[in-house]
C-alpha cells in the first residue's frame, strides 16, 4: 500500500511562482553562457531523458555532493553490474565532474520544479527508485514520485541548525514535502533528529 502523496504547501507554489520568470531566465542564461542547450532544455523540462530500463536514479546538487556520491555508485556498480544508472545534477561544473569520475554513467539536468516538468520527467525516465544525495528539497518533484509510486530516499541527509531556526511556514514546507518521502538516511543522529523535528516520520528515518 503506497502513501497518498501530499502537495505541495501552497507559500511554495505561491512564492515559485513569482519567481518563475528569473528562474527560467537564468536558465536560458546559463545554457548560453556555457554554450550548452542541453543544460537549457532539460532545465525547462523540455528535453527529458527517455528510458524504458527503470534505472536507478542519483540526483546530486553539484560538484560536492557528486564526488559523495561516487563511492556509492561504484559499490552499486560492483555488486550488480548490469544494474541501469543514471545521475543528474543542476550545475554544469556538477555536469563535467560527472563526466570526468564516472564516465560511462548518463547524465541529465534536474529540470525547474515546475508540475509539468517533474511529471514529464519521471513519466520519461521512468526510475526504480530515486536517491537524493544529502539535502535537495523540490516539493513538487517529491510529490510526483509519491504520487507516481516511485521510492524516494535522501541519502547522506544532512541539516543545518540555522534550517531548524527558520519560521513556522518554513517548516511547513519541509513537513509536507517530507511527508512523500520513502527513507531518510541522515549522516548523523544529530541531522536525523533534525529530519523529525521538521516533520519527517521517524520511523522512516536512521
Not at 547524465?107 to 520519461?124: G, I, Q, S
Not at 526510475?127 to 530516499?153: D, F, G, H, N, S
Request: glycine share 4%; hydrophobic share 40%; net charge positive.
Amino acid at each position: 500500500m503506497h502513501a497518498k502523496a501530499t502537495t505541495p504547501h501552497w507559500r511554495y507554489r505561491f512564492i515559485f511562482t513569482v519567481l518563475s520568470p528569473l528562474l527560467v531566465l537564468h536558465s536560458l542564461w546559463q545554457g548560453y553562457k556555457n554554450r550548452d542547450g542541453r543544460l537549457a532544455r532539460q532545465r525547462l523540462g523540455l528535453s527529458a531523458p527517455q528510458r524504458s530500463d527503470h534505472p536507478v536514479w542519483l540526483h546530486m546538487a553539484s560538484v560536492g555532493e557528486v564526488n559523495a556520491a561516487v563511492p556509492l555508485i561504484e559499490e552499486l556498480q560492483r555488486r550488480h553490474p548490469d544494474l541501469p544508472i543514471i545521475v543528474s545534477t543542476v550545475t554544469p561544473t556538477g555536469a563535467a565532474m560527472v563526466q570526468k569520475k564516472l564516465p560511462g554513467i548518463t547524465h541529465c539536468y534536474l529540470p525547474l520544479d515546475f508540475a509539468y516538468a517533474t511529471r514529464r520527467l519521471l513519466k520519461k525516465m521512468q526510475p526504480r527508485c530515486a536517491i537524493i544525495m544529502e539535502t535537495e528539497l523540490w516539493p513538487r518533484l517529491y510529490y510526483q514520485c509519491c504520487k507516481q509510486q516511485v521510492p524516494l530516499l535522501i541519502v547522506n541527509g544532512r541539516l543545518s541548525q540555522r534550517t531548524i531556526n527558520r519560521p513556522a511556514w518554513v517548516h511547513a514546507f519541509y513537513q509536507r514535502a517530507l511527508a512523500n518521502v520513502t527513507q531518510i538516511l541522515a549522516r548523523s543522529e544529530k541531522d536525523a533528529e533534525r529530519f523529525v523535528q521538521l516533520g519527517a516520520n521517524a520511523t522512516q528515518v536512521s
